[in-house]
């Protein structure tokens, strides 16, 4: 079992670039998929960007492709989303969660992760 820590969010201004981080710990990252998800205030949970094992088959919304990076460091059992040019509809809570590789690459469900972080708060002035 592995407990998930985000951390890097912060308040920022619309155009800016935040990077959060996710760190494992009590077992290694290596063995799962991982992704990062976005819950708008009042709104449900949805995926942001997600990564294989082994760094393969990074995906991504539509809404964050071209602005949002996601990698890992399976050494440092951390998992990372650079975002950049934030605007206000990026605000809100990021979660990043892990799952077994029951597939290829990582899935766009929620109910498919098995560990989540307690969440990083994100706020975007415009």
């Known amino acids: 079992q592995v407990h998930l820590e985000e951390s890097g969010g912060g308040l920022v201004q619309a155009g800016d670039s935040l990077r959060l981080s996710c760190t494992a710990s009590?077992?290694?990252?290596?063995?799962?998929?991982a992704a990062w998800f976005h819950q708008p205030p009042g709104k449900e949970r949805y995926f942001v960007a997600g990564?294989?094992?082994?760094?393969?088959?990074?995906s991504y919304a539509d809404t964050v492709e071209g602005r949002f990076t996601i990698s890992r460091d399976n050494a440092k059992n951390t998992l990372y989303l650079q975002m950049n040019n934030l605007q206000p509809d990026d605000a809100g809570e990021y979660y990043c969660?892990?799952?077994?590789?029951?597939?290829?690459?990582?899935?766009?469900?929620?109910?498919?992760?098995?560990?989540w972080g307690q969440g990083t708060q994100v706020t975007v002035s415009s």
């Open positions: 990564i294989s094992k082994m760094s393969s088959s990074p």
């Open positions: 969660a892990a799952s077994r590789p029951y597939y290829s690459g990582p899935s766009s469900f929620a109910r498919s992760y098995e560990y």
């Open positions: 009590g077992g290694s990252f290596d063995p799962y998929h």
